[in-house]
């Protein structure tokens, strides 16, 4: 429930400062406002109004997790290429 009534208070707060009041801040500083705004509603709608009934899972089915054998040439690879995007981009100006 707290999520639920925290999307329609992002959302609304996201509209009220970009568009109708015209707050003078960088979008990003909003968005973190936002954020907080929205874990203050979720924690507070949660405690006010707690579930009624307890979750419960039936036929639970356990997947055995293996590690991918790609994973290190993978993260070695998109290293690389975020570090050369940032030196390409960065001596284009």
């Known amino acids: 429930m707290g999520a ?4 329609f208070v992002g959302l609304t707060f996201y509209i009220l400062t970009t568009f109708i009041f015209k707050v003078d801040i960088h979008f990003v500083h909003i968005w973190g406002i936002e ?3 929205n874990l203050i509603v979720m924690f507070a709608v949660s405690y006010f109004y ?3 009934q307890e979750m419960q899972q039936d036929n639970i089915v356990f997947v055995e997790m293996k590690t991918w054998k790609y994973t290190k040439p993978m993260a070695i690879m998109l ?4 570090v050369a995007i940032y030196v390409l981009l960065g001596n284009a100006s």
């Open 4 to 7: 639920k009534v925290a999307l």
């Open 35 to 37: 954020f907080v705004l």
């Open 50 to 52: 707690p579930p009624t």
């Open 79 to 82: 290293c690389v290429v975020t």
